[in-house]
């Protein structure tokens, strides 16, 4: 007994084993899926009550956003002045601190000058703190004869 296989006849038996091997793994992607629907049921069965107030809850947070949204930009608009406001006076404070350094440069620059010449003078810087001494008592001995 001779049995004859044709080019067509093993095409066939491959397309009918590849079918089957198709349908073997469909059958095991619909039991995953199936056992994954059955997680998600006992899920919701077991948390119906807390998904339940949830879901009630959600206008009434959702009201809450829109009214914080709402105050928010309301306070931004209110503040936004402000705070324009405030860079100014900020750049206006920073020029005023810069003109003060600049002061305190110049006297520290007379009082270096100053104390050099005390320094590199013969005398002392008492003699002259005397003197002075000696013209304001002048000074207010002339306002009093007035």
């Known amino acids: ?43 919701i ?7 339940d107030l949830t879901i009630k809850q959600l206008p009434g947070i959702s009201k809450n956003i829109n009214m914080i949204t709402e105050e928010a930009n309301n306070t931004l608009k209110k503040v936004s002045p402000d705070v324009e406001a405030l860079i100014q006076n900020s750049g206006k404070i920073s020029g005023s601190v810069s003109s003060i350094t600049d002061s305190v440069d110049l006297i520290s620059v007379g009082v270096a000058d ?32 007035k």
């Not at 010449?117 to 004869?145: H, M, Q, R």
């Open 45 to 51: 069965d077991n948390n119906t009550e807390e998904l």
């Open 1 to 43: 007994m001779g049995a004859n296989l044709t080019v067509q006849d093993f095409f066939k038996l491959i397309l009918f084993l590849l079918g089957i091997g198709v349908g073997a793994y469909l059958i095991m992607v619909l039991v995953k899926i199936n056992k994954i629907l059955e997680h998600i049921k006992s899920l």
């Open 114 to 145: 100053t104390l050099g010449f005390f320094g590199g003078n013969k005398t002392g810087f008492t003699d002259y703190v005397v003197i002075a001494k000696e013209i304001f008592e002048f000074i207010k001995s002339l306002l009093k004869k």
